[in-house]
């Protein structure tokens, strides 16, 4: 059920997509159905709600603030069909999940499959990006809660929980460096990595450690996924630099192993739990963080 009338929510899928093409696949309805709606309401307001470029659209002033006002509603809106939920004993309807992929193989899917024993008729939305999107995402509603790695302090986003990662190597048991209990950093320069792509890399933990240490390593491969790199260096072709849950599915297998890197001062991934900063957490929602809470603390350090 939507409480938005359709021009609003049109109006907010166009603001999403930069273009009524791309907003009417999403709505499952004709371009100029939206275009007409979208028209309708600057006529009803008396101002124009976007700039029509040759490349799309782009949000007025007006715009911009009808945006947060749209979202807000919708935000109130979801928090009222959870509520009623929680009276008729049905349990939220939707729960939106904004995560790190490497939390998609093991911990989260354990802690949902037990948060399902309590509210057994819940829906789940998981998307998966990286840090910068999961907190815009958090930020704009889009996600009830995120968890993202590395984090920094940003408005409207408030932290629930947060645990630190061991950073290490990876590699397959058939690798040359599979010998070692533990490794420098330059124990691994022979060897070829497996590193992620520009934007994994920015900011990253690895990104840190090399620049402190003054290294450069010759890359077999960049990856824009996680995934990714734990299947290159399952299959032995080189060295990839992750922490302990990244692989949790993979140790408890055999099929990669950690090794801890002995270089001084090295910065460790801190693993965050957060949400709205402005909203309290209904309370099925609220029950999830929790045990999300505890499942972190529970990492093996």
């Known amino acids: ?12 899928e166009v603001a999403r997509q930069g273009s009524l093409r791309k907003a009417a696949e999403r709505l499952h309805v004709a371009a100029s159905a ?9 006529s009803e307001l008396g101002v124009p709600l976007f700039e029509r470029l040759p490349r799309g659209l782009r949000l007025s002033p007006a715009g911009e603030l009808i ?3 749209v979202r807000q509603w919708q935000r109130d809106e979801r928090q009222l069909q959870e509520y009623l939920g929680e009276i008729r004993g049905t349990g939220c309807a939707e729960v939106r999940i904004a995560t790190v992929e490497s939390l998609t193989d093991q911990l ?16 789940f939305v998981v998307m998966t990006g990286l840090t910068e999107t999961i907190l815009d995402q958090v930020r704009k509603g889009d996600a009830d809660i995120g968890l993202c790695i590395n984090p920094p302090v940003t408005p409207k986003v408030r932290f629930l929980g947060q645990v630190e990662l061991e950073f290490g190597a990876v590699v397959a048991p058939s690798h040359p460096l599979a010998e070692h209990e533990a490794l420098r950093l330059r124990d691994c320069i022979p060897y070829p990595a497996l590193l992620p792509d520009s934007e994994m890399f920015h900011g990253s933990t690895l990104q840190q450690l090399l620049v402190r240490a ?27 630099f992750l ?5 949790a599915r993979e140790l408890s297998h055999k099929e990669l192993l950690f090794k ?18 402005d909203r309290a957490l209904p309370m099925s929602i609220a029950v999830l963080a929790e045990q999300m809470r505890e499942a972190m603390m529970a990492i093996e350090p």
């Open 214 to 240: 003054n290294i450069e390593l010759e890359p077999l491969a960049s990856c824009n996924r996680i995934l990714a790199l734990k299947s290159l260096a399952r299959a032995g072709l080189g060295v990839a």
């Open 34 to 42: 939206v275009n007409r709606q979208i028209l309708k309401l600057e």
């Open 1 to 12: 059920m939507h409480l938005l009338l359709p021009g609003l929510r049109y109006f907010e």
């Open 243 to 247: 922490n302990r849950l990244d692989i």
């Open 67 to 69: 945006l947060y006002q």
């Open 260 to 277: 801890p890197l002995l270089d001084q001062h090295i910065p460790k991934a801190r693993l965050t739990l957060c949400g709205h900063g």
């Open 108 to 123: 989260l899917p354990n802690v949902l499959a037990e948060f399902r024993g309590r509210f057994p008729r819940v829906r």
